[in-house]
């Protein structure tokens, strides 16, 4: 590879890319996209404050090598989260995109366990949920209304009911509230958990690293745990390769490769990169990696924790 050529997916050994996190969406379905501009976890957002089609994401993603793509619940409001599973389920009918489905319902309601099955039977691209517990005492990156929500009965209850379904969960936390997460995993042996954007760290710097380290080294030993390298761009806003190399190597290093998943969080990375830039990072990445952690990374972890087809079976 040259500095000035573009590497392609080939060149690593790698035929199959699969995004394991992303979002479509039309502006109007988001009560935060849509409302008043506020301080965000990513930084200002003018630029995604508009719809983001599948048909403008598959032209992104495919021209890139990317085969299959699982969309994650962007925060559509709670009370219309099996609307939302309609609404993709018949955007993957009219293109054959997105694969898989991760929604969200409120989990700190009792009786969530019927949402999900409405979502099942909305779509059988189902595989898992998402409710962000992630809290900072930086109340711009808060979600939860406090950093120990995950323990609470109600929410458990609802946790509890994913096993029967054979459903994930989307665990969105940051290093500070690893201890409580690694509680919640070992209490759910039989559900897999995924840790969202690798454990949320904010910056290379020692004050972060070391807390999310320590974080990680909780969790990689429960084998119900997988990492999504997904939003390293969130806090940093910008496609920085050393701090996407230090989150791999590290997410490898503790996890395996089968354990790990390459996300893109676009449209959201979009603030600040094209895919084009943004996917020659993340090869030039992978390319550091054996090649079987690559061929993992980029495509199979995610095809099987999604339960997606093969390659060959995509449409």
Not at 2 to 9: D, G, Q
Not at 286 to 293: C, F, H, I, N, Y
């Amino acid at each position: 590879m040259t500095a000035n050529r573009p590497l392609t997916p080939a060149e690593l050994g790698v035929d199959d890319i699969v995004d394991s996190h992303h979002h479509i969406w039309r502006m109007a379905d988001l009560p935060w996209l849509a409302g008043p501009m506020v301080p965000r976890i990513f930084g200002p957002y003018e630029g995604v404050r508009r719809d983001y089609l599948v048909e403008e994401y598959v032209a992104d993603v495919t021209a890139e090598g990317v085969k299959a793509a699982v969309y994650v619940q962007p925060n559509w409001a709670l009370e219309r989260v099996v609307e939302e599973v309609r609404y993709v389920q018949s955007v993957h009918d009219a293109t054959g995109w997105p694969h898989a489905v991760v929604g969200s319902a409120d989990l700190f309601a009792p009786g969530a366990d019927k949402i999900f099955r409405q979502q099942q039977a909305a779509s059988p691209l189902m595989r898992g949920t998402r409710l962000q517990l992630h809290w900072h005492e930086d109340e711009r990156f808060r979600y939860a209304s406090g950093p120990a929500r995950m323990h609470d009965p109600v929410f458990r209850d609802n946790i509890g009911a994913l096993a029967d379904l054979g459903w994930l969960f989307e665990l969105q936390v940051f290093p500070g509230q690893m201890a409580d997460a690694a509680r919640l995993v070992r209490d759910f042996p039989e559900t897999t958990f995924v840790l969202v954007h690798a454990g949320m760290l904010e910056s290379a710097a020692q004050h972060d690293l070391f807390p999310w380290r320590a974080g990680l080294e909780l969790l990689a030993p429960l084998p119900n745990v997988m990492v999504k390298l997904s939003g390293i761009g969130t806090f940093v806003h910008r496609v920085d390769e050393e701090l996407i190399r230090l989150v791999t190597t590290t997410a490898v290093g503790l996890f395996g490769s089968e354990r790990c998943m390459f996300g893109s969080n676009f449209p959201i990375e979009s603030i600040w990169s094209d895919f084009h830039s943004f996917m020659q990072t993340w090869l030039r990445v992978a390319a550091d990696l054996a090649p079987k952690a690559r061929r993992d990374v980029l495509g199979r972890t995610a095809r099987r924790v999604y339960s997606l087809a093969e390659p060959d079976d995509v449409r």
